[in-house]
């Protein structure tokens, strides 16, 4: 068994009993092919919760500083997250990025790219929009609806594939993409609140 899928297995024993979690529109997660799922980003505990409710193994971004201290990075290098510079265009975070979804495997992102201390969804950074425009990949948004409090509920909601077809068509820009992704992700918060 790999490092990522022990990790996932005893994360999820105590994750999904905690927080009673609720997973919806998982089957809308393709089996196979390139996927970005992208989710609002409310805690420290929304990658290994997206981690344990997705059908598929998840490649994720993790701020650099992480990578410098020699156990975590290794571990962190070691259950599929890799390095990205917060605040530049990080060149060698976007090829790594790519190249995952290249051969056809999941790459987790979170739009905002910094947790929403409110819980409000914030502004989009761009990245996500280059990684959608940039690639074949399926993109699922993903809203996580809280609060993150033992005993009481958390869903997780996956949304339908969206269509950028369009977006490509209309020669959108990554930011325009971007901002349609979070767009996205507020209609399944919206519909799933309660």
């Known amino acids: 068994m790999s490092l990522y899928r022990f990790a996932r297995s005893i994360v999820a024993l105590i994750l999904f009993p905690l927080y009673r979690i609720q997973i919806i529109g998982k089957e809308n997660i393709p089996k196979t092919g390139p996927v970005i799922i992208c989710s609002n980003h409310i805690s420290n505990f929304d990658p290994p919760v997206v981690g344990i409710t997705s059908p598929r193994d998840i490649y994720f971004m993790a701020k650099g500083e992480l990578f410098e201290k020699p156990f975590l990075g290794k571990l962190l290098l070691g259950i599929r997250a890799f390095p990205v510079k917060r605040g530049l265009s990080d060149r060698n975070a976007l090829r790594k990025g790519l190249g995952i ?80 992704i979070m767009q996205e992700i507020k209609v399944l918060q919206e519909k799933y609140q309660n």
């Open 101 to 180: 979804l290249k051969d056809g495997n999941t790459l987790g992102l979170f739009p905002e790219g910094t947790r929403s201390k409110s819980g409000k969804l914030g502004k989009p950074l761009a990245g996500v929009g280059f990684f959608a425009l940039r690639s074949e990949a399926t993109i699922i948004p993903c809203a996580i609806i809280g609060p993150y409090k033992a005993f009481k509920r958390l869903k997780v909601v996956y949304g339908k594939p969206m269509d950028i077809q369009q977006f490509r068509t209309a020669k959108s820009s990554p930011q325009e993409m971007a901002d349609a």
